[in-house]
């Protein structure tokens, strides 16, 4: 076998290692929720009415908001996600593609609770309702259904969210 001949056989069987290897990767490739997740590096603290702290995901990106908590099957205890919104408005949310219930927190600029919308269960079928109050808000703090008031959490209580640019 001549030098070309023999770099173009080694070339061919580099091409087709690369390319199973990349077949097998794409086959075990994380869902794109876990790959959301990961994109939402930013890992921030809320400390609730009851002193609780809770570590939160920061979902900055519109991707990361679009993504949310979906497709997780789990919240581990003490944790969230803030969605901190760059203008505030009204903001409305929805559960699709969200497989466990969630309380919906909803704070102006100062951490102050706007609206709790508790216990928000799981779409299940299109279309899916929007949850949210007809109020200007600055984030959205999104935790496992029932805390909210387990951590008295209330219309008018203050959350502490700290590490957070806005």
Not at 95 to 117: C, E, Q, Y
Request: hydrophobic share 45%; with cysteine; net charge neutral.
């Amino acid at each position: 076998m001549s030098g070309r001949a023999a770099l173009d056989r080694l070339f061919l069987v580099f091409l087709l290692a690369v390319s199973g290897a990349c077949g097998d990767a794409a086959k075990s490739s994380p869902t794109p929720r876990a790959t959301a997740t990961a994109s939402a590096v930013t890992v921030s603290r809320a400390i609730l009415p009851s002193g609780a702290v809770y570590s939160i995901e920061i979902a900055r990106t519109p991707e990361e908001q679009a993504q949310g908590l979906m497709f997780r099957e789990s919240l581990p205890e003490r944790t969230g996600m803030l969605f901190p919104f760059a203008d505030q408005g009204v903001h409305e949310f929805w559960m699709k593609n969200t497989m466990i219930p969630l309380d919906i927190i909803w704070m102006d600029g100062a951490g102050r609770v706007l609206f709790v919308s508790a216990d928000t269960p799981p779409c299940k079928a299109d279309p899916c309702p929007n949850y949210g109050p007809d109020l200007p808000a600055a984030s959205v703090l999104e935790i496992a259904g029932g805390m909210a008031a387990k951590e008295k959490v209330t219309v008018g209580s203050r959350i502490d969210v700290q590490g957070v640019r806005r």
